[in-house]
């Protein structure tokens, strides 16, 4: 399900037929291609500079597509288990929500400079 999420297709779509499916489609593009893994309406909108973009992608939907193939590993013995994959989901949570708090910290410190504010 949470591959579902990060990329915004079903695993009923017409273009996984075949051989291919939803999971296989992941594994075959990522991380090389992780901008057409990933669905655009999680990274786009107008008010995001592109800096923001890559920080998203690399502190947070990055690390929650890798835990998503873990879970969908072939061999049981290999794949996550939902303990493991919750646990590292919140620490993906926890870093994201760090370097989003040192980001906002940085920039108000820069406006504050910038107005001559102490």
């Given at each position: ?12 779509e ?12 992941v ?9 057409e ?44 288990s ?20 040192s ?14 504010s102490?």
């Amino acid at each position: 399900m949470l591959l579902e999420v990060i990329t915004g297709k079903s695993p009923l779509e017409q273009c996984f037929s075949g051989e291919m499916n939803l999971t296989k489609w992941v594994q075959d593009n990522f991380p090389h291609r992780a901008h057409e893994v990933i669905d655009k309406r999680l990274i786009s909108s107008e008010e995001m500079q592109e800096s923001n973009t890559n920080q998203l992608l690399m502190s947070l939907l990055i690390p929650m597509t890798e835990v998503a193939l873990s879970c969908v590993l072939e061999s049981p013995d290999e794949r996550s288990s939902i303990h493991d994959s919750l646990l590292r989901l919140k620490q993906i949570k926890e870093s994201f929500s760090i370097s989003r708090t040192s980001q906002v910290t940085a920039s108000q410190e820069f406006d504050s400079y910038q107005s001559g504010s102490p």
